[in-house]
């Protein structure tokens, strides 16, 4: 398909730059037997820290991409090698998580985010390292009776990525780079190499590090942790997070692929019954009024990432739709992205499929 095609999509990003949303931006969209269009805008920063032309193969800090890219495809094959299972009580991997309020809470219920914990919280200020983080976490009053409703929680994704570590016998980031290897996915990984620092996209000065992050986590519960978190942490580029995609996309539509059964692609893609929920277990499902836009199909699957980064799949229309950018090197208060992504998503699936062919 000609790249021409997807001029509206590409206006939407040039304006989006144009107007300071943020500095750089890279975008993949595909279907399950390859790329359609891949482009990279804007600037980020050479070795003399000065603008150069954001490269094809730039790095982003992907935030909570991490969470379903990551953190969500290893519970997936655990689930399947029989090490894990949904219904397992939280108890059973962390011993500190006691309380008759939170007893009967499973490692779906984390999945699903309808764990009672709460969303956010700084603990990066007084604590390091999963041996202070976890018993902090785990102390903490739920917000909520257990999977009465659904709270976005990075909280709930850090057990997590602590349950799949003890699960698998190994860290989350060796897994995950196991994972890669069978994927055949490369530029996909936790704690980026000093090498990819002159193509990796920076998110900012930040004020408790004081200092210009580039290839550093900008999550700073994910930088307390060691840059290697079940919530955050993940770095890539917008070819490598497309390749994921692809195997999403096969695997929904029954192609094959390493990463998990069709099966059990469908059950963790699938929304939960969690009242007033969108999510299905890691990823968020397809809303009107969500990131994705208008024109995905109900049974689309997505996530974003507060640095500004999100992944769309609809496999029902063999689509996928990767947008990187790191519109927090600007700010981190602007919410200027939110209005960015479903124009994009939209102006992308009308170049795909043209609202006249349904006429």
Known sequence: MEASRFDGARAGVLGAIADGVTPAAAVEVGASDGPLWRE???????????????????????????????????????????????????????????????????????????????????????????????????????EYAPRTRSVYSDLGFMLLGWIVADAGGRTLDDQFAALCHRLAVDDLRF???????VRTAPTGVDPWRARLLVGEVHDQNAWALGG?????????????????????????RGLGTPLASADTLHAFTRRTTVPGSSRAL?????????????????????HTGFTGTSLWIDWEADTYIVLLTNRVHHSTDSHAILDVRPAFHDAVMDALHPPSDHA
């Open 228 to 252: 290697i978190a079940g919530h955050a942490g993940l770095f890539g580029s917008a070819r490598a997070v497309g390749a994921f995609a692809r195997h999403v996309l096969r695997g929904l």
């Open 40 to 142: 990279a805008f804007g600037t980020i920063l050479d070795r003399d820290g000065s603008p150069a032309d954001t490269p094809p193969d730039a790095i982003f800090d992907l935030a909570s991409l991490t969470k379903v890219i990551a953190t969500t495809s290893l519970a997936m094959g655990l689930v399947e090698a029989g090490s894990l299972s949904l219904r397992d009580r939280v108890a059973r991997w962390i011993p500190t998580w006691r309380g008759l309020d939170r007893e009967d809470v499973v490692v779906g219920d984390l999945l699903a985010h309808a764990s009672g914990l709460t969303g956010f919280l700084p603990f990066y200020r007084d604590h390091e390292g999963r041996v202070e983080f976890e018993p902090a976490i785990t102390g903490l009053a739920l």
């Open 191 to 197: 704690r980026p190499p000093p090498a990819w620092r």
């Open 282 to 302: 890691g990823w968020d499902t397809m809303l009107p009024t969500s990131s994705c836009g208008r024109r995905l199909s109900a049974t689309a699957i997505g």
